[in-house]
């Protein structure tokens, strides 16, 4: 019987415990919090909901939705590239799979894995407060806002899946004499491929709900409109703005669905 | 694929906005941030070497920590509910009733699921603050309507999984569908289902700094404060004391998904 169907089970841990631990967390939680609130507030309620029945649907508006939804996609793409610019040359040194010698590939993976730990810890939009005060607020704040974060996690994850692949095509392509780099090409690129590929588009899925908001800091976008129709008491135009980014949201995830299937068969 | 690299680079380029400044007064900003940040040239003592403050962030610190279990805690529960729904294999799929009632069940609770996740925690917090008094509870309902759909998703990716075999034997014995869930899905699915939830928490974590500097909750919120009153030290304090948090709950995270193995 091949290994594969006889998976051995790592010894089970503490499910119990896990569950206490959880619940009692969750408990404290709800205890901590004044739940009381709930029950004040609500005067905007009615007019918020209200608002979803007659929205906002006038050639004026749509086109402004369109132009939104435009600032918000090409704020997504553009981090993403230079995201990718970041994490590709990271994700060689994370994974450490060029290097020769074990020593120099722990130690360049040890380095490369601790310096991405801090900007990946940092939320994408504290990041953009932390970028405005250096950079003022330029459209490039926005991208490297989103770039760094997103650099950083697609360099450890990418990192992560080259080293993932199976090993026996490697050790194949090894036989024959392949360098490291070889082997990256011929080997852990097309093994790893298919998750890849996927990944990146769930990134780029990210990056469109992230440049949604870079409003946050002032800058243009579905998040801008959505924060001008909350001022100006405008409710009826925040629905069609949502569903704008419903719908870019949507094209991605379908993208991402269409290449795995692809990928598959 | 570069063609639309490049035209999203005209639309971004194109934005208005200041000019991006040169290299030389970049480095000088970030000199003089990284000089304000740690105090120098001030007279007063600096936040993080003041008692007063170092308590009051660590309080701040657990508020942002209870509002994202909270958070957290809610999307389970939301996702819990809508999972058997949104996952095709007690619905639609072979071991479903073929019934068109759940049929429309399934495509509400998907919809459901990709309307509440492509909203980002940002923008429902917006709109969370127009019906729940800014807060904590405010911060977690707005984390949790994302949440709730991203977890949505996973479970529902996650239930489809599962092996069909084990379950496809309990139907053989009569098991109904509540049967199926209970003995079949749930067992097989769950420790998985674990695992992604305390990844989303981590997720969570991160991202309540943000939500709280609108519902104005938590480090958040004291982090909006201290920026607009140009309290730098301060804003390093919560700078560090998000870093900090952040990295002690990806700790207890995988603490605890070593439990759930």
Redesign the interface.
């Known amino acids: 019987v091949p290994a594969v169907l006889t998976p051995t089970r790592?010894?089970?841990?503490?499910?119990t415990?896990?569950t206490a631990?959880?619940l009692a967390?969750?408990t404290?939680?709800?205890l901590?919090?004044?739940?009381g609130?709930?029950l004040?507030?609500?005067g905007?309620?009615g007019a918020?909901l209200g608002s979803l029945l007659r929205p906002d649907l006038t050639a004026g508006f749509l086109w402004t939705v369109a132009e939104a939804s435009?600032?918000t996609?090409?704020?997504?793409?553009?981090a993403m590239?230079v995201a990718l610019l970041l994490g590709v040359p990271g994700a060689l040194l994370v994974s450490g799979v060029l290097a020769r010698r074990p020593l120099v590939r722990m130690g360049t993976s040890a380095v490369a894995r601790a310096l991405i730990a801090?900007p990946r810890?940092?939320?994408e939009?504290?990041w953009a407060?932390?970028l405005l005060?250096?950079?003022?607020?330029?459209?490039?704040?926005?991208?490297l806002a989103i770039a760094i974060p997103y650099g950083a996690t697609i360099a450890r994850v990418l990192g992560d899946r080259l080293l993932d692949v199976p090993q026996a095509p490697l050790d194949a392509l090894r036989s024959t004499g392949a360098s490291p780099a070889q082997v990256l090409v011929y080997g852990r690129l097309p093994l790893a491929a298919r998750g890849v590929t996927s990944y990146l588009l769930y990134r780029l899925e990210c990056a469109v709900?992230?440049a949604?908001?870079l409003s946050?800091i002032g800058?243009?976008g579905i998040?801008l409109q959505?924060?001008i129709a909350?001022a100006d008491l405008r409710f009826e135009r925040?629905w069609p703005l949502?569903g704008a980014?419903?719908l870019?949201?949507?094209a991605v995830?379908t993208a991402s669905r269409a290449v795995s299937r692809r990928c598959a068969a | 694929v570069l063609l639309l690299v490049g035209a999203a680079w005209a639309v971004v380029l194109t934005q208005p906005g200041a000019p991006v400044p040169a290299v030389g007064t970049v480095a000088e900003r970030v000199a003089r941030l990284a000089g304000d940040l740690a105090g120098a040239g001030r007279e007063q003592q600096p936040a993080y070497a003041d008692p007063v403050r170092l308590l009051s962030v660590a309080r701040l610190a657990l508020e942002t920590v209870a509002m994202s279990v909270l958070a957290i805690g809610l999307a389970a529960l939301g996702a819990l509910a809508s999972v058997p729904l949104a996952a095709r294999v007690l619905t639609v799929g072979e071991l479903g009733p073929g019934r068109w009632r759940t049929a429309i069940a399934f495509h509400v609770a998907r919809a459901a699921h990709v309307v509440t996740r492509s909203v980002p925690e940002v923008v429902w917090a917006l709109l969370v603050v127009l019906l729940v008094p800014p807060g904590v509870l405010a911060g977690a309902l707005a984390l949790a309507l994302h949440e709730v759909g991203v977890l949505g998703r996973l479970g529902a990716d996650l239930v489809d999984d599962v092996d069909r075999a084990p379950l496809r034997a309990l139907r053989a014995t009569g098991a109904g569908r509540f049967a199926l869930l209970g003995y079949g899905v749930l067992p097989a699915a769950l420790p998985q289902l674990v695992t992604v939830l305390l990844y989303r928490w981590e997720v969570t974590v991160r991202a309540s700094v943000v939500v709280g500097f609108l519902t104005a909750a938590g480090l958040g919120y004291q982090l909006r404060l201290d920026l607009s009153f140009r309290r730098w030290t301060d804003v390093a304090l919560v700078l560090l004391t998000y870093l900090l948090l952040v990295w002690a709950v990806d700790a207890v995270s995988s603490g605890l998904r070593r439990l759930a193995r």
């Open positions: 790592p010894r089970p841990g503490n499910r415990l896990l631990l959880l967390a969750f404290a939680s709800v901590a919090a004044p739940v609130d709930l004040r507030g609500g905007a309620a918020l435009a600032v996609a090409a704020y997504a793409v553009a590239s801090v810890a940092v939320h939009l504290v407060l932390l005060a250096v950079l003022g607020l330029t459209p490039l704040t926005g991208v709900r992230a949604a908001v946050f800058l243009g998040g959505v924060e909350l925040v949502l980014l419903v870019l949201v949507l995830d």
